[in-house]
């Protein structure tokens, strides 16, 4: 009789901080495996923390409270499945990231993290010890590996826990997302599998947190790499996988297998997740955001619309004299066509009063950057206001460009609490608008069709904070400067980079010279949806104030 061994992968949404929430969470997973007769109910790593829990772990009434957490769960779940769970575990006066295999009744094993990140939105080497390099642990007869997330990308730790009798490999991972990881994960994997000969599992959480979206995307391969099991992208899952053990040892049988989306998919679902997810976690049901006519906003509307339901999000225009009559009728079609509430704020009788109250300290003075700058942090005064009223909060709307170049107002149109574009280029946001009008799925809350209008995404970009503004007045056209952007951010390049690929070199200056004058804006801006692997905040950490500019000594 074939040996047969069934795990089942608990693919769910932690949140930081909530032990009894994530503990309940755990329970309810081991629950459907004892069901199914599960040998293992498996949960990601730092689950009962949630993850990344940053500097919260280090506290130790914190990491005492989550051990207890874990004890008391094991002793829940005695009758039944072992439960595998990942969270902090303390020796002497070292902390690791740990992987706790419960069983009877207690924790049974304990696996310790080797390979700590310490580089884009990880910061693990300062918070955590390296733990040895420890051999597998036993479920009954069978023998299993657990690598934890980093440790997977190295060959050493898989290769000795399959030298001292591992038979299959679980890796627990808080793998967040940007565009492609899932290939980069899938390639590191399939090397762990060449190199040991075993059937490997790879399990992510899923679910927003800060700017990070973790985005699930489990699979199960067998020996020589091939996919034996491939679990959604974004959604919650509780699968059993059974894995059956023959004269060449285990192979993973082959289950489910859902196909998983093209990057701008994948990067709307980010998105939407990302901001519902912030939005639960962080007690609101609602939100509000100035929508200006323009395509920044009119996206944001649409991912919250998405992400809430139409009826949790408020739009809210707020003209002044330079606001275009087509603008005013965008803006009121977006609202109308995605369902949403939408309100019409002049904004013209408190810029008069504000105006006159300074006019004394500007007498003599010309008109400048100043006025245009009092427009949008009237609207964000306005927009703070109705949010502290109505228990909505703002969103800001402004791009990875805009953010990137600081063509943003502090204190006006980057007021707000979350921004779901923050790292998404203008160009990229207009073939998001064009993609979401064309596509719908079952997740999304707002109707399907063409809730942008054309006319929102074809008109030239305009602040309208001065009569016939715009945004190419102050800025290159968004193909060359996203152009520009995505060598000098995302390829860490040079000007002599810029130039090479075709850009002039006056305009690379420029945008280089941009970029690190608003390092100060984006220390204080909302954070926003990671997409990329040089998102601002953790991904890319610059100096607020630096001299240094490329070509110039």
């Not at 059993?240 to 993973?252: F, I, K, N, S, T």
């Not at 504000?354 to 009237?378: H, K, M, V, W, Y």
Request: with cysteine; glycine share 10%; charged share 25%.
């Amino acid at each position: 009789m074939t040996d047969r061994f069934r795990l089942t992968l608990a693919q769910l949404n932690p949140t930081v901080g909530d032990l009894d929430g994530n503990a309940a969470l755990a329970r309810e997973a081991w629950e459907a495996g004892r069901a199914a007769g599960a040998d293992l109910v498996a949960l990601p790593e730092m689950f009962v923390t949630g993850y990344n829990a940053q500097d919260l772990v280090m506290k130790p009434a914190f990491h005492t409270a989550a051990i207890e957490t874990v004890r008391a769960l094991a002793a829940d779940c005695a009758d039944g499945p072992a439960l595998a769970i990942g969270g902090p575990w303390v020796e002497g006066t070292e902390l690791y990231n740990a992987y706790f295999i419960c069983r009877g009744g207690r924790i049974q094993s304990t696996v310790l993290k080797h390979h700590l990140p310490n580089s884009a939105v990880f910061d693990e080497v300062r918070i955590f010890d390296s733990g040895p390099i420890g051999g597998p642990y036993s479920v009954g007869n069978t023998r299993i590996g657990s690598p934890i997330c980093e440790d997977a990308w190295f060959e050493d730790v898989a290769e000795t826990q399959a030298e001292t009798g591992a038979e299959f490999l679980l890796v627990p991972n808080g793998s967040p997302y940007h565009r492609d990881k899932f290939e980069l994960r899938l390639n590191h994997m399939v090397a762990r599998v060449v190199e040991t000969g075993l059937p490997l599992v790879y399990l992510n959480m899923a679910g927003g947190q800060d700017d990070q979206v973790f985005d699930g995307g489990s699979f199960v391969l067998n020996p020589g790499g091939e996919m034996a099991v491939q679990l959604p992208l974004f959604d919650e899952v509780i699968e059993h996988v059974d894995l059956e053990r023959g004269p060449e040892g285990w192979r993973a049988v082959p289950g489910r297998f859902d196909r998983h989306p093209d990057p701008m998919e994948q990067d709307y679902r980010a998105m939407v997740v990302g901001l519902r997810d912030y939005l639960r976690k962080a007690g609101f049901g609602k939100v509000l955001l100035g929508l200006s006519g323009g395509v920044d906003s009119a996206l944001v509307a649409t991912i919250a619309a998405d992400a809430l339901g139409p009826q949790n999000v408020r739009c809210v225009m707020l003209p002044s004299e330079f606001t275009s009559e087509h603008s005013l009728e965008d803006a009121q079609a977006v609202a109308e066509r995605l369902g949403c509430h939408y309100d019409h704020v002049p904004i013209g009788p408190g810029r008069d009063a504000i105006t006159a109250t300074l006019a004394p300290l500007f007498r003599g003075r010309n008109e400048d950057l100043t006025e245009e700058n009092l427009q949008s942090r009237l609207r964000g005064l306005l927009l703070m206001a109705m949010s502290n009223k109505f228990g909505e909060m703002l969103l800001t709307t402004g791009n990875k460009s805009e953010v990137a170049v600081g063509y943003a107002t502090i204190y006006g149109d980057m007021a707000g609490g979350y921004n779901p574009i923050k790292d998404m280029y203008k160009t990229r946001v207009f073939a998001c608008c064009r993609w979401r009008n064309a596509n719908h799925r079952p997740w999304m809350q707002a109707p399907a069709g063409e809730v942008i209008p054309d006319r929102v995404i074809s008109k030239p970009p305009s602040a309208e904070l001065r009569a016939d503004q715009k945004d190419s007045d102050s800025l290159p056209d968004y193909p060359v400067l996203d152009g520009i952007l995505e060598i000098l951010i995302e390829r860490d390049g040079s000007i002599e980079d810029c130039v090479a690929a075709g850009y002039a070199r006056e305009d690379a200056a420029r945008v280089e010279h941009l970029i690190y004058v608003s390092e100060y804006k984006r220390f204080q801006s909302a954070p926003g949806t990671r997409l990329t692997a040089k998102a601002f905040w953790l991904d890319r950490r610059y100096p607020i104030v630096n001299r240094w500019r490329d070509g110039r000594r």
